[in-house]
């Protein structure tokens, strides 16, 4: 019994290292162009198929996309994914996200996240410092749903802090971001080895 928790245990902490890896690795200009370009093609799809989303991302002070977050474990799990902040800034801004979650969690699985922040005190609370940035601590937040005809369902939409998350299929909104984590990244200059 103690072998078989010990193996469980230790495929947890792997699983745990090979999400949480890309935070500790150096974010460098090329993956910042590839993870803008990610967040141009998400936000296009989100737009195609969800209506009124081109509404609620036109009247958004600040666009935060995720176009891809991986979530795993056993029982215990950690997810992990790199984000682009498209609108708000100047320039874009790169994140890194992780969370630790627990419950009933068996395996891996993908999904995109588009964060609507509709307020500026939101987007200034969000873009400020260094520090690492939690939902639920820092900010409260709506989850976004699908109402008749897949249509966004409005009346979430007055909140400071907006999630979309999906997949596939659409649309997801049975998901909790409590304790979801944002730290800001810097893209470090590759250099040339001679």
């Known amino acids: 019994m103690?072998?078989?928790?010990m193996s469980v245990m230790s495929g947890v902490v792997a699983l745990g290292l090979a999400l949480s890896g890309q935070a500790m690795a150096k974010f460098t200009e090329q993956e910042a162009v590839?993870?803008?370009?990610?967040?141009?093609a998400t936000l296009a799809k989100f737009e195609a198929q969800t209506k009124g989303a081109d509404a609620v991302l036109a009247n958004a002070k600040g666009i935060l996309v995720c176009p891809s977050i991986t979530k795993g474990g056993f029982l215990v799990g950690l997810e992990s994914?790199?984000?682009?902040l498209t609108k708000g800034s100047a320039t874009p801004l790169y994140f890194g996200t992780s969370a630790l979650k627990a419950g009933f969690l068996a395996g891996i699985e993908n999904h995109a996240m588009i964060l609507v922040l509709n307020t500026d005190e939101a987007l200034a609370k969000f873009t400020s410092g260094k520090r690492e940035w939690e939902l639920g601590v820092d900010a409260s937040l709506a989850v976004a749903k699908l109402g008749a005809g897949a249509t966004i369902d409005t009346t979430n939409l007055k909140k400071a802090i907006v999630v979309f998350v999906f997949g596939e299929k659409g649309l997801i909104g049975d998901v909790s971001f409590q304790g979801s984590r944002f730290k800001?990244?810097?893209v470090k200059e590759q250099s040339v080895g001679y």
């Open 184 to 186: 800001q990244l810097d």
């Open 34 to 40: 590839k993870l803008e370009a990610d967040g141009k």
């Open 81 to 84: 994914g790199e984000c682009v």
């Open 2 to 5: 103690f072998n078989r928790r």
